[in-house]
């Protein structure tokens, strides 16, 4: 009984990192499209702001469960809690001198925290309880993440992206006090969060400080990362992590401006039920916010989407073989994207917002099914699995390259080719005989 009121007060406590790092994920997207504005980037050059987050998975997730199996799961996540501040204090510099330079070390910095919370997070929930559990546990918390997610558009929207952003020559034509205003405005809108985000961080890592976790994965050493290569399934869902995180991001990151591609501004201004929405998250009349917040703030549905399908899926993966749900989730998510490139005006948009809700289960659920019999050697694992976050660092790139060449909708065939081989993997591991659910 007291192990199970541990395992319960552990999983709600590790919960709340997989909330934390949801929502600063998507909060970094908000600054996307005020970055390319304020610095004139193509889409390919805004997509590696996504690449210095991102890359920081590939670089520092193996040396991450290394740094674990040293200082242990409790304390590598203080250093990871610690590390994310650090990288949120420095947005503080970074907006002050408007160098894009110290933008991305800054995200590098604050991912890097991230990775060292996921690699350990993800197994750890994973063991806490029954192994045919596992997937549906994990979901569960991912479910949270979700939340984060969700919230993170409307908060973006409201504080980063909500005022008008002036181009370099436009901010070259002002002059004395008018340029030290709007520069200092700039810098607040930017600063703020961030700051306050670096203080809340602090004080969760002084949380786990004083908590007590069980040790139910061995931190010493075990196995080699040979014995992790041979592991077929394994490898594949790497694969899988990497497709699902770059198509989830890819598209994430550049609604906003897919929405304004589509001039769907005015669209939403001349619809009662859009404008209400609208206006209600923005707390104001849409005349007085920029195009890309009145926009923004439908990205909200994308995120939350997925929060609800992960509590969905939390129960499905429960009653059906995990695999299996993630090849019909996967099949829905294709459909959809078709729809969207299919159609116009809010169709267009609505379908594919509707890609978050099947979204959702994929990373928890290839996770665990990538983890499943592999004993020991989950924790070498979770850093490879971790590793192929990466995604997020290449396939929004590459995605903002196809829209450069051939535009937004064309683009999306890239994206599409990322879930059908979520699809395969899905039912690959759906035709098990053991029931993993």
Avoid at 19 to 44: A, C, H, K, N, Q
Avoid at 75 to 97: D, E, K, N, V
Wanted: hydrophobic content about 50%; charged content about 10%; some cysteine.
């Amino acid at each position: 009984m007291n192990q199970q009121k541990s395992y319960r007060s552990s999983f709600i406590l590790l919960t709340t990192l997989f909330f934390l790092w949801g929502f600063i994920t998507v909060l970094v997207d908000s600054l996307i499209p005020r970055l390319r504005e304020l610095f004139t980037l193509s889409y390919f050059q805004a997509g590696m702001v996504q690449f210095a987050f991102f890359g920081a998975y590939f670089l520092l997730s193996i040396p991450a469960s290394y740094i674990l199996s040293i200082i242990g799961y409790k304390r590598g996540i203080i250093l990871g809690l610690l590390t994310m501040a650090l990288g949120c204090i420095l947005f503080y510099p970074a907006a002050s001198y408007r160098e894009f330079g110290i933008f991305m070390l800054a995200y590098f910095i604050l991912a890097g925290g991230m990775t060292i919370l996921q690699v350990a997070a993800n197994p750890y929930v994973a063991v806490l309880g029954s192994e045919e559990g596992a997937s549906s546990r994990l979901n569960l918390s991912q479910a949270f993440n979700s939340l984060g997610t969700a919230i993170a558009p409307a908060i973006g929207a409201l504080f980063i992206l909500s005022d008008k952003i002036k181009t370099k020559d436009e901010i070259a034509a002002l002059v004395g006090t008018a340029k030290e205003t709007y520069l200092a405005a700039e810098a607040s809108a930017v600063q703020t969060p961030f700051l306050g985000l670096a203080l809340f961080i602090v004080f969760i890592a002084g949380i786990f400080l004083f908590a007590k976790l069980p040790k139910l994965i061995s931190e010493e050493s075990s196995g080699t990362y040979a014995d992790v290569f041979k592991q077929k399934n394994l490898m594949l869902g790497v694969l899988g992590i990497l497709f699902y995180v770059g198509a989830e991001v890819a598209i994430g990151s550049y609604l906003v401006n897919y929405f304004l591609d589509m001039n769907l501004v005015e669209v939403i201004k001349e619809n009662g039920f859009m404008k209400s929405i609208a206006e209600g998250i923005l707390n104001s009349g849409l005349a007085e916010n920029d195009n890309k917040a009145i926009v923004g703030v439908f990205v909200t549905f994308y995120w939350s989407g997925a929060m609800i399908g992960r509590f969905v899926g939390s129960y499905l993966t429960k009653i059906m073989k995990p695999g299996k749900v993630l090849g019909m989730f996967a099949s829905i998510a294709i459909a959809l994207i078709v729809i969207s490139i299919s159609t116009t005006g809010l169709v267009s948009m609505w379908s594919i917002l509707a890609v978050g809700l099947f979204n959702s289960i994929m990373f928890p659920t290839i996770f665990t099914l990538a983890l499943n019999g592999i004993g020991d050697l989950k924790p070498k694992a979770s850093g490879l699995l971790c590793t192929a976050i990466v995604g997020g660092a290449i396939i929004p790139p590459l995605y903002g390259y196809f829209t450069d060449i051939i535009g937004f909708k064309a683009a999306f065939g890239f994206v599409i080719v990322c879930y059908a081989y979520i699809l395969w993997y899905g039912y690959k591991n759906s035709r098990k005989s053991t029931h993993e659910a």
